[in-house]
């Protein structure tokens, strides 16, 4: 398992241990929206490179109860994943 991939996967399964025990103690209200476009910046730093155009759709007040870190994880490996297997705009 790429490195990477395992870093996500341990962050989901610690997640889940903390999920299924009751230990909601690190868990936040979200707003998603603010969330995923902080996320998305800094991912984008890291898409310099690329040529490619980002867009953003969605609507505040979009609530998730969740630890930041592991919607963090989340948010930003299916970013990454997008950008890897997005062709280069000419």
């Known amino acids: ?14 997640w ?6 009751g230990s909601t103690e690190e868990f936040q209200s ?6 995923v476009l902080d996320v998305l910046e800094k991912v984008k730093q890291l898409s310099r490179h690329r040529n490619i ?5 969605g609507k505040n007040d979009l609530f998730v109860f969740i630890d930041p870190l592991i919607l963090q994880n989340i948010v930003e490996g299916l970013l990454r994943n997008a950008i890897e ?3 280069t705009v000419d």
């Not at 979200?30 to 969330?35: E, G, H, K, T, V």
């Open 1 to 14: 398992m790429p490195p990477d991939v395992r870093s996500h996967f341990n962050a989901l399964k610690t």
């Open 85 to 87: 297997n997005t062709p």
């Open 16 to 21: 889940l241990n903390q999920y299924l025990s």
């Open 53 to 57: 155009r980002f867009q953003v759709d």
């Open 30 to 35: 979200i707003d998603l929206l603010p969330f």
